[in-house]
């Protein structure tokens, strides 16, 4: 498997979780609740692609994929493929654990608008390491 | 039915502290060694509450926590209304070593956390002989900023929300949950500016690699600890600081992050009793 190819799986399979986000937070009362003052389009940068997540009131209604042509999205958060997947382990290593210690780093960029961002932040980033919750579902089902 | 008291007082100290009276919200329990323990930036002494609780260290020390001025339920002086809070190094120290005085310890132990664990870095510089012995947790003399502290108290973002949201990525993820919330409870309560006041020493003023040299753990032992998870102070900050203390001893903390005594207050103890247990067993 060449390097880019090894990429663009990785690519894929971060925008499949993402794309999981509006069922995992319809999953979250107490998630959607918090974001409850929040209604925008959210870009979400995996590598080269952008994705756009529609928030409206704290519910995930939509997860498309660019490219978005005369779109603005009031801010938008990107990382590379792989720092996406370590970010979404379900016990994350230490500096992999949080959006801002992935930011702090340089591995994960927040640019646009950042009142929203920071008027929200625990309900983005929660939103954000929602995937690692479909790790979950298996252990659950024992009981 | 008898009431469940926990063993820890909580008074009120009336002091001077920068030419002006206080009046500090102090807990403690347990006899034995002063042990003085200050809390992080924008939080209070709750956080130390499962210390003052622990008989494996209450039946050796005297745990003792105060909410700092404005934190807690310690009052701001009075005035304080007509002025911005700005803590520095200088009144940072002469607060701890006044609280020392007032409370009438004699040669206490000194564990301060982020900020606490940076100011008693200079508290071993300039007061060593002062204190039997001094812990820092999650302490460093620098690390880098991550994060513009005018976010903190803006009138378009809610402060309390986002100081939380801030910190709450320094727990680790092993951290029982309730516990996690509960230290970022404490966030939530805090005054307007004063997490933002408090990190103007962490900041701005107290960058203290210059006085690192002037270190003597001879006179004070000076014990490091910082948890794996906080990225903050790194566990790369604070070996880059011991490197340059001949004789301080650094644990990095697996599974805590930067509010080890809060956030996972069993996991922290496997780590601080051992320390504790050695300054108790070595001639003052």
Known sequence: MSAVTAQEEATERVIRTFEALPKLASEDPILTRRGRFLTCDIEVGVGAVPLSISIVEGRVVAVRRGPFLLKAHPFSISAEPDVWLRFHQPMPAPGDHDLLALTKTGRARVSGDLVPFMGNLQYIKDLLALPRNLAKPQREAKH | ?284
């Open chain 2, 1 to 284: 039915m008898t009431p469940h008291f926990e063993p820890v007082v909580g008074r009120y100290l009336h002091l001077q502290l920068s030419g002006r009276p206080h009046r500090l919200y102090v807990e403690e329990a347990g006899q034995g060694i002063p042990l003085v323990c200050l809390h992080t930036a924008g939080a209070d002494a709750r956080q130390f509450r499962h210390l003052l609780n622990d008989e494996a260290i209450t039946s050796h020390y005297r745990v003792i926590a105060f909410d700092m001025p404005w934190h807690g339920k310690s009052s701001p002086p009075e005035g304080f209304e007509h002025e911005e809070y700005l803590l520095t190094t200088a009144t940072y120290t002469q607060m701890v070593v006044d609280v020392c005085n007032a409370m009438c310890v004699d040669k206490p132990v000194v564990m301060g956390c982020s900020i606490g664990g940076r100011i008693v870095l200079n508290l071993a510089a300039e007061h060593a002989t002062r204190f039997r012995a001094l812990i820092g947790l999650e302490s460093a003399a620098y690390q880098q900023p991550w994060y513009d502290t005018e976010w903190l108290n803006r009138p378009d973002v809610h402060g309390g929300e986002v100081c939380a949201a801030l910190v709450s990525g320094l727990m680790a993820p092993q951290s029982p949950a309730a516990n996690r919330a509960e230290t970022l409870w404490m966030y939530k309560c805090g005054g307007p500016g004063i997490f933002k006041g408090d990190l103007h020493f962490y900041r701005v003023d107290g960058d203290l690699r210059d006085v690192l040299a002037r270190i003597d753990t001879q006179a004070c032992p000076l014990y490091l600890l910082t948890g794996e998870y906080d990225f903050s102070c790194t566990p790369e900050d604070t070996q880059r600081t011991a490197a340059a203390i001949p004789g301080a001893e650094v644990t990095v903390m697996k599974e805590l992050g930067h509010f080890p005594m809060s956030e996972n207050p069993a996991q922290f103890r496997r780590y601080i009793l051992p320390v504790l247990e050695k300054i108790r067993t070595q001639a003052p």
